[in-house]
């Protein structure tokens, strides 16, 4: 029964550490802008974060989490910490 336990929390930390890299089909759909234009409304602020230092991987993690807000496009500004990359964004559903 441990080892069940255990095998279960393993698979469980495996699957939440993808999702923050591996970008998501609804994430896909998410595109990153540089500004957002007029027919584009706020949805909420997103941070996607990377332990590794990698830049692209903090972005997918902030498209899928604007994915779940049912956003379309991004604007995100990305802040490096040593291995820490943070990828702060604002989702936007935009018409």
């Known amino acids: 029964m441990k080892n069940l336990m255990r095998l279960s929390i393993a698979v469980l930390l495996v699957s939440c550490a993808v999702s923050k890299t591996k970008l998501s ?7 990153i802008i540089d500004y ?10 997103v ?8 830049e692209e991987l903090a ?5 899928n989490l604007a994915a779940r807000l049912d956003a379309n496009a991004i604007k995100i500004e990305t802040v490096s910490n040593g291995n820490m990359v943070k ?4 989702a936007y559903n935009c018409e």
């Open 25 to 31: 089909d609804d994430g896909k759909k998410v595109k």
């Open 87 to 90: 990828a702060n964004g604002i």
């Open 36 to 45: 957002p234009g007029e027919n584009c409304h706020a949805l909420g602020k």
């Open 59 to 63: 972005q997918n993690h902030a498209r």
């Open 47 to 54: 941070v996607g974060i990377n332990e590794e230092g990698i």
